[in-house]
T-cell receptor, first 115, second 116 residues
Framework: AQTVTQSQPEMSVQEAETVTLSCTYDTSESDYYLFWYKQPPSRQMILVIRQEAYKQQNATENRFSVNFQKAAKSFSLKISDSQLGDAAMYFCAYRSWGYGNKLVFGAGTILRVKS | NAGVTQTPKFRILKIGQSMTLQCAQDMNHNYMYWYRQDPGMGLKLIYYSVGAGITDKGEVPNGYNVSRSTTEDFPLRLELAAPSQTSVYFC???????????????FGDGTRLSIL
């Protein structure tokens, strides 16, 4: 079974600075997807960015980018020019392409943004 | 375009009571999922369905039941509510891989359930 580990329960960043959230995962599959979801206090699950395992190029979405290291099974999220609206819980998730295409979530990292 | 709709948004139950959490999607997705999120934790899969008439257990199925009679609806039933089932419940849907590209799961807004 796949597992996802987020080792940072909480992180803080100054507004306009850069912060990196860590995520590692364990799997025996070679083809899969990885995601970062943002969960603000409203509890909505908002997709931030995704990475296909067979693509070597790191995904980028505006101020959000990932560092995907497949051999190391590492998938970190970098947030540049942090904004107050980035404050939220961030979840790393692994999506299997086996039966049901299920998601496995990490425990989450709370990101606080200081003004 | 409603996406995934969950009802109710909040509910308080007494121990031993039963209830059904409703989930409906209007995107014609084959795959649907139920997750629970305990305070300060990630989401854990309760049950999932790959199509009408087909359901499978996830990581934490005990104390729950599901049915999938239509593509649109995937209700989750708690038969004998216990305090350990106090949580936030999320429903999600997606097409299978290869249909309309690789689509991520779409989530509902969640149901906060307290059992006292």
């Amino acid at each position: 079974a796949q597992t996802v580990t987020q080792s940072q329960p909480e992180m803080s960043v100054q507004e306009a600075e850069t912060v990196t959230l860590s995520c590692t995962y364990d799997t025996s599959e070679s083809d899969y997807y990885l995601f970062w979801y943002k969960q603000p206090p409203s509890r909505q699950m908002i997709l931030v960015i995704r990475q296909e395992a067979y693509k070597q190029q790191n995904a980028t979405e505006n101020r959000f980018s990932v560092n995907f290291q497949k051999a190391a099974k590492s998938f970190s999220l970098k947030i540049s020019d942090s904004q107050l609206g980035d404050a939220a819980m961030y979840f790393c998730a692994y999506r299997s392409w086996g039966y049901g295409n299920k998601l496995v979530f990490g425990a989450g990292t709370i990101l606080r943004v200081k003004s | 375009n409603a996406g995934v709709t969950q009802t109710p948004k909040f509910r308080i139950l007494k121990i031993g009571q039963s209830m059904t959490l409703q989930c409906a999607q209007d995107m014609n997705h084959n795959y649907m999922y139920w997750y629970r999120q305990d305070p300060g934790m990630g989401l854990k899969l309760i049950y999932y369905s790959v199509g009408a008439g087909i359901t499978d257990k996830g990581e934490v199925p005990n104390g729950y039941n599901v049915s999938r009679s239509t593509t649109e609806d995937f209700p989750l039933r708690l038969e004998l509510a216990a305090p350990s089932q106090t949580s936030v419940y999320f429903c999600a849907s997606s097409p299978p891989r290869g249909v309309v590209g690789d689509q991520p799961q779409h989530f509902g807004d969640g149901t906060r359930l307290s059992i006292l």
